[in-house]
């Protein structure tokens, strides 16, 4: 009865905080002056400029998900299951820019290809062309890709652990590594490949910061000055309204092409070494080639980005003018992932041990929210709130928090059920039979014994709220932004030293709880 | 009174029958072994009367109180008093062994005094005095084995049920825990229900034996009359 009673009321948040919004948005998008009327849609469809904001917004989607797969599919392989040098190292190098507010990676390349930039110090003219290059539709191809290959190599590389190494090993008794992993593995781990293709191609057409600093028309940036610039609601939400309709119609596709309920991850027994693939003569050149890429898509940017901001006075500017907005964003940031970690872990749990009915469609619905363009919940979330009896939600931090629960509820529901995936369920039961109630049961033994994946999905939690923008600049209340908003809002007028040094700023409170979390447990492992 | 009554109980999963017209009782204090093939439905008879599963119809008593009827429990797995030894164990990992078997007692309201004593008694029972501080990763096959009877006997409940625990364990080991639970049984006094699939193991434990197939009971006798049961049909699942 507890159980129950407590994973209705982890399911009524997620509905408020997230379905709510979306719903209360397109009503909003049909009510002109009071009246119902499809108005704001008439003028979407006869807009030129509407479809030429959609097929800017399909092009970069489309593109950067065909290169993010490209790259992302071999790499995932590479650095899964091969004996290739240095992986471990150059799994999390190339995780960074996910990591960071996506914008950030843009003034990254910027300090290499822009007017000022590095290659203008090697030649003029190229920096010209470059310059002209990354404004416009494969600048952004190129950024939103070093942004998003992550999310396609870890998701190859989590699913490759999915394969029984017994499958590979009776393919290898007849045929070699490489018609082996085309022939058996890929084809098993192609739902995690489609999975990942979905999340890229709708992370990309969400995306707000990174076109909006290289100025490039798509949708949320529209939808964005709509709302901001003009202050029309109903063509902000109208030109909202198709992207939640590509959300779920890319949605329904993958659904149909995998045709299977949910995102289920099994980890396979462990394999022996004979299942990892030796390179033999090609290990050396294929480390150069992944090292070679890693300088050019990560390391490159961000060593410009830090040289930028080398100087003392950036700094001190940086946390004058700043400082307020990191601490809130650590702060809110923090907030949000121990929400989400306790709403993830419950979630999570009634999808895994298929508590309530509807568990296929909340984690549906978990996973739509999280691939839903930022400024979309953003707008949402004002179409529901803002009102005089609930001001007390809007005008204050709780509307970020509410936004961070609505979009990221997806990260850390999906890791704990992951995790709990992998305890037999006899833990809990012999728990019962013991005497012990749910809470007790679940307090007790099933969160200590998933106390990892917890951590896990708090710091995933963390993560993505720290760089979060498409919600946040949406909603922030007066005096209460965020770091990565201050940084974009403060783009126009400040100096490109001060900008960088607050980005390097950024892409510090991502990566130090993460490096200290990596040095506790490789202490622990050490000490035991 | 029966310790353990099953009144035509049935079961199915996945639209598929697995326990059929199922009805058994089993007095305080004896020693009953189900066997019978894999898939047979001798797990699914433990976990109804467990209480982790619901019957689809029938009923069940346990110690004289009705606890499932009409396809749903009247009384949840922790209120039932029954104590249960699973395939795998389950001894959670993150606990010692003296945590492990505290957890319940504790969840029972049993005074701190009174929980020392009964662990310490029942550590020695079992020879674990000595591990009472490890996490299970570091005890033996034996001794994980000797620490998953202990957790389910400390809280001291009438019925202990056992689902194929010595599987996984060598043929030595088996020999020597086997005598062991005969032993701890005869000592308690509890009544103990075994699933296996081992005709040697059944033989040896129990003093009863039914038999299992297709989810109905085909034979139900001592431990001679079963055997001697097996011996005239010669089912095709024997070695």
């Known amino acids: 009865m507890v159980k129950r009673a407590v994973l209705i009321l982890a399911v009524a948040v997620l509905l408020v905080a997230g379905l709510a919004p979306v719903a209360a948005m397109f009503v909003r998008s049909l009510d002109v002056d009071g009246q119902f009327s499809l108005a704001n849609y008439e003028s979407l469809l006869v807009s030129g400029r509407q479809w030429t904001l959609l097929a800017n917004s399909l092009a970069l989607a489309s593109l950067t998900t065909i290169l993010a797969l490209a790259i992302g599919v071999p790499l995932g392989v590479l650095l899964g299951r091969t004996d290739l040098p240095l992986r471990r190292a150059l799994a999390v190098l190339f995780t960074v820019p996910l990591l960071v507010p996506p914008y950030i990676i843009a003034v990254s390349w910027f300090d290499v290809l822009g007017p000022q930039g590095f290659l203008s110090q090697i030649s003029a003219v190229a920096a010209e062309h470059a310059a002209a290059w990354l404004f416009g539709l494969w600048g952004n191809v190129l950024v939103l890709t070093s942004v998003f290959t992550p999310v396609v190599m870890l998701l190859t590389m989590v699913y490759l652990k999915t394969v029984n190494p017994r499958l590979e090993e009776a393919g290898k008794l007849a045929a070699g590594w490489c018609r082996v992993l085309w022939g058996i593995t890929l084809p098993l781990v192609w739902p995690g490949i489609l999975l990942a293709a979905v999340l890229v191609f709708l992370l990309a057409f969400g995306e707000l910061g990174v076109p909006m600093f290289l100025r490039f028309s798509v949708f949320p940036v529209e939808s964005f000055t709509q709302f901001t610039a003009f202050y029309n609601f109903g063509a902000a939400t109208a030109a909202a309204a198709p992207m939640a309709g590509v959300t779920l119609l890319v949605f329904a596709l993958e659904r149909a092409l995998v045709h299977q309920g949910t995102v289920h991850i099994r980890f396979a027994p462990q394999g022996d070494a004979a299942s990892v693939i030796r390179l033999g003569r090609y290990r050396r050149p294929l480390g150069l080639a992944a090292i070679a890429l890693c300088f050019l898509m990560v390391a490159a940017p961000l060593v410009a980005l830090v040289a930028r901001s080398m100087s003392v006075g950036a700094y001190a500017e940086a946390f004058a003018k700043a400082g307020d907005s990191l601490v809130r964003s650590i702060e809110y940031a923090a907030l949000g992932a121990s929400l989400l970690a306790i709403l993830g872990f419950l979630l999570g749990y009634m999808i895994q041990d298929r508590a309530l009915k509807g568990w296929p469609t909340v984690d549906w619905l978990t996973i739509f929210l999280f691939a839903l363009p930022g400024s979309v919940i953003g707008i949402g979330l004002i179409s529901l709130w803002n009102r005089p009896a609930t001001n007390f939600v809007y005008g204050s931090f709780l509307i970020i928090l509410l936004g961070y629960v609505a979009q990221y509820a997806g990260v850390t529901s999906r890791i704990t059920a992951a995790i709990l995936g992998e305890i037999p369920p006899s833990m809990e039961e012999a728990a019962q039979l013991a005497g012990a109630r749910w809470p007790r049961r679940v307090l007790l033994i099933t969160a200590p014994i998933a106390r990892r994946g917890l951590v896990g999905a708090w710091l995933g939690g963390y993560i993505f709220c720290l760089r979060d923008v498409g919600i946040s600049i949406m909603v922030y209340p007066p005096g209460q932004d965020t770091l990565p908003v201050r940084i974009l809002t403060r783009m126009a007028n400040g100096t490109p030293e001060l900008i960088a040094a607050l980005c390097v700023v950024m892409v510090l409170c991502a990566l130090v709880p993460l490096a200290v979390l990596g040095l506790l447990l490789k202490w622990r492992g050490t000490a035991r | ?239």
Not at chain 2, 13 to 31: C, H, I, M, N, S
Not at chain 2, 72 to 98: C, I, Y
């Open chain 2, 1 to 239: 009174m029966n310790a353990v009554a099953l009144d035509s109980v049935s079961k199915s999963l996945g639209g598929k029958p697995v326990v059929r017209d199922f009805t058994l009782a089993v007095p305080p204090g004896e020693r009953l072994a189900i066997l019978g093939p894999s898939g047979c439905g001798k797990t699914t008879v433990l976990r109804l009367l467990a209480g982790l599963l619901a019957p689809d119809g029938g009923s069940i008593e346990i110690s004289g109180q009705l606890v499932a009827q009409d396809g749903r429990n009247l009384v949840e797995p922790e209120d039932r008093g029954v104590g249960m030894v699973f395939q795998d164990l389950a001894l959670w990992p993150h606990l010692s062994v003296r945590g492990n078997l505290e957890f319940g007692l504790k969840a029972k309201g049993v005074r701190r005094s009174e929980r020392q004593s009964r662990m310490a008694r029942m550590l020695d029972l079992v020879h674990l005095t000595d591990y009472a501080a490890a996490r299970p990763a570091e005890l033996s096959g034996g001794q994980q084995q000797r620490a998953a009877l202990a957790r389910a006997l400390v809280t001291q409940p009438k019925v202990i049920l056992m689902d194929e625990p010595l599987s996984s364990q060598d043929r030595e080991l088996r020999l020597e825990l086997r005598t062991e639970i005969t032993r701890l049984q005869e000592l308690i006094g509890f009544t103990l229900i075994y699933v296996t699939h081992d005709l040697d193991e059944a033989f040896h434990i129990a003093a009863r034996v039914v038999l299992m197939r297709n989810g109905a009971i085909e034979a139900d006798g001592t431990a001679d009359e079963t055997r001697r049961h097996l011996t005239s049909t010669s089912p095709s699942w024997l070695p």
